[in-house]
């Protein structure tokens, strides 16, 4: 079946992570993506071995960056710096719905890959862009990456224990969350073109994204004058939304704001009934009030027995209090509530084969979201889309290649 964008055509020119994850999104949801790569260096993520101190390569060659980023697209090398590069550029504007990049102010307008340019070959053109810091302000021409973002954002002083220092989260959150506004201003800017007629230019950054995905932190912070404080295992007052570690090492998370409506099942289900009749932990006021207290004798009940069988009997004794597995990242693999969901599921890769990868969080009724390829190799549809697209022959698309255009 086709999926919700099918019949959009999309130009992704960009590199890193923040304008190839909206790519990959919206080739999820159908759209034909057309990435466009130097024709000497690529994207840049080709050749990134490492990061955070975790290698990206896998045997095989695969780079798990570039292999996340670009699902579902065609690649075509393309020279922008020639003439001939910048002409067939603009025709495959003129064809396209979307035109999609994150290089810098500067690189954009060297090589003519302007709003201002572009829309003059297709008036109707959704051109998104991201950015790091946003085009405006005296810190818009600055470098930015996902941990430039973070320290920015001030995401990094709410991470970790009250009293130590800002932690880095490990791994490109902010660029995927960049990439997913990117793909939520085109979606909007796609609407517009159909009930408008009218093309446009729509801006997402690094930094911005960040401050979006803190709405109801930094609210708190804005309205109230200080931040949330920083939760810790030691001074959240509620014994029932805390985390425990277990008899095997892993760790169970209880969220349960009505403590109250559970507390009688949650006392039989560990067995600690006389804990349930001591007055001093008789409300959640009382509870409160001796958190200390009741969260030190939680702890030694729930290291008697491994994760999985208190699992079990919260399943069946606990009445419905919210609970989950603290999972790590490797663990989501075997999840069956992750995998019935398909929101890890299986990959048929090239030259890995069977692997699970990450899967499609948006379901759809009827034009369901696909992954029907796994990132290209480099300039593998060059000549595919200047044949199938632009017309041109053979002989014209040799005479590029030894002109070094493509």
């Known amino acids: 079946m086709a999926g919700p964008l099918e019949g959009i055509r999309v130009l992704e020119c960009g590199g890193y992570l923040s304008a190839p994850s909206a790519g990959y999104m919206l080739g999820d949801l159908g759209a034909e993506v057309i990435k466009i790569e130097d024709r000497v260096k690529g994207d840049p993520v080709r050749g990134m071995s490492s990061t955070f101190g975790r290698g990206m390569i896998m045997p095989d060659g695969t780079n798990i960056l570039f292999e996340t980023a670009n ?24 064809v396209s719905d979307v035109f999609c990049t994150n290089f810098s102010r500067s690189a954009i307008d060297s090589l003519g890959i302007d709003y201002q340019t572009l829309k003059k070959y297709n008036p109707k053109l959704v051109y998104g862009v991201a950015t790091g810091y946003g085009s405006l302000g005296p810190e818009s021409e600055k470098r930015a990456f996902d941990t430039i973002a973070q320290a920015h954002s001030g995401i990094m002083g709410t991470v970790g224990e009250p009293d ?27 609407a517009a073109r159909d009930r408008q007629g009218i093309g446009q230019q729509v801006e997402v950054s690094l930094l911005g994204s960040g401050i979006h995905m803190q709405a109801y932190n930094i609210n708190v912070a804005l309205l109230r004058g200080r931040p949330m404080p920083k939760p810790s295992r030691q001074t959240l007052k509620n014994p029932l939304a805390n985390h425990y570690e277990c008899a095997d090492g892993k760790w169970l998370l209880l969220a349960e704001p009505q403590s ?26 009382d509870r409160r009030d001796n958190f200390l207290e009741l969260t030190t004798t939680l702890e030694k009940v729930f290291k008697t027995k491994t994760r999985d069988e208190w699992i079990s009997i919260l399943q069946t004794k606990g009445g419905g209090i919210a609970f989950s597995p603290v999972l790590e990242l490797t663990e989501l693999a075997s999840d069956p509530q992750v995998l019935a969901n398909e929101y ?57 290649k030894d002109e070094e255009v493509i």
């Open 71 to 94: 699902r579902n697209k065609k690649s075509i090398t393309l020279d922008l710096k020639k003439e001939k590069g910048k002409e067939l550029l603009y025709r495959l504007v003129a």
């Open 164 to 190: 130590g220092p800002p932690l880095q989260i490990a791994g490109a959150v902010f660029d995927q969350m960049t990439g997913t506004l990117l793909v939520n201003g085109i979606l909007a800017a796609l």
């Open 260 to 285: 109250d409506r559970f507390w009688h099942d949650f006392c039989l289900a560990l067995s600690i009934e006389n804990v349930e009749k001591d007055a001093k932990f008789a409300t959640a006021k």
């Open 344 to 400: 890890i599921t299986d990959v048929d890769h090239p030259t890995l084969g069977k692997v699970k990868m990450i899967g499609i969080p948006i379901k759809f009724s009827e034009t369901p979201a696909q992954i029907k390829n796994c990132a290209p190799n480099f300039g593998q549809h060059t000549e595919e889309v200047l044949m199938n697209i632009l017309g041109y022959t053979w002989e014209e698309i040799q005479t590029l």
